[in-house]
Structure formats: structure tokens, C-alpha cells
């Protein structure tokens, strides 16, 4: 049963602390994405990457956010500092084909609450 | 700017009858377009996709429309039951690049 895998769940920290949230992408799929969903936004696309490599991280805060793939099985999102405004669910989503063109499949998502 | 717009927050639809989600977009550039539904504490989950050569994509009850002309697309349910009672996105793409831009979802009730 391929999925997406996202942890942790649910993070409570906060402001100014550095948060982490880890993603492993479905085996075999070149694309991660990594979205953040909130209730004026929706879902917002923050990076993604093809084939390890960063495509697009146009809608990251640059000073604050950090996107990597250390290898295909795992994506990384820091936050350092973090701020109450980051408060939002995290999705990581991977696609196969050419960057992800396809439908994508998205993790379970990372509820971040910053205090 | 918002590149693609769901203008309805929500929408409460009784059971068996036809519910219609509405999409419009800005971009004429896109040319892939997607819905997603997604349950309470779970990720979004791929429904049902349209490319841009085409009018209409059926799946079992979900049919989803596009008029290129007026930017806009809808998914219909037919039947609709209450395990349809969902957020769904839209969502469209442009050729290059392919990364999804999503509207802000629409919050649909189907009561029994």
C-alpha cells in the first residue's frame, strides 16, 4: 500500500524555535511538493523538487524556510525561527512523470501550531 | 492573486440530488485541470482530472465540465451521498513548470 508519509502528525512549539517536518514520498516518484494549507489561502505550494534537485521554491519566505532532499526517500521543511503566523497543516505530496503532471499524492499532512 | 478561485465556501446538497462545484480561473496558460476532495485530518486525495482539449471527463458519478471560453469548470456528483461530504479543491496547471495552482476549496455537506 504506497503512501506518502509525513511526521510528525502534529507540533506544538514556540516562537522562535526551529521546527522540522520530515516527508518520505512514494517509492518510484521523481516530484515532492511541499504545500501548506490555510483557512484564507487554501493550499498554497510553497517548493518542490524533481528528481532530488529544487525546481520551484518561489512561494517560501526565503529568511525563515528551507526545503531539502537529502535523498529520494526523504524531504525535509525547516522553519528556523518560528513565528505564530506559520501556524497552518504542512501537506508533502509526490507525483510521477514529468513534474508530477499527473494527479499528486498527498501525505496525511504536519499540524504546526506555533505559540 | 488568486489564479484560481472557488468562490463558494460551502455548500449543503440533500442526499441523491445533483451537487455542482464551481471553479473559475485567470491564467489562459493552464492547461490541466484537477479536483481533489479531502476528509477532516487526512491529505487531499485525487478525484478526477480534465485536460484542456477536452469538454467533459466522466468517473462513475463525478463529471467535471470545462468551458475554456468563460475560464470556468465544475464537478458534478450524481447521486450525491452523504460519503461525498468533503472540502474539494480545485486545482489547474500550465504546461511548464506542471506545479498545481489550488483554489481554496469548497466545503460540501450532503445530508441523509
Redesign the interface.
Known sequence: DAR?TQTPRDKVTEMGQEVTMRCQPILGHNTV?W?RQTMM?????LA?FRNRAP??DSGMPKDRFSAEMPDATLATLKIQPSEPRDSAVY?C?SGAG????????????TRLTVL | DQQVKQNSPSLSVQEGRISILNCDYTNSMFDYFLWYKKYPAEGPTFLISISSIKDKNEDGRFTVFLNKSAKHLSLHIVPSQPGDSAVYFCAASAFQGGKLIFGQGTELSVKP
Request: aromatic share 28%; net charge negative; charged share 10%.
Open positions: 506518502v511538493f504545500y489561502q487554501g493550499l498554497e505550494l518542490y525546481l520551484d501537506f505530496a514529468l513534474a508530477g503532471y499527473n494527479e499528486q499524492f498527498f501525505g496525511p499532512g
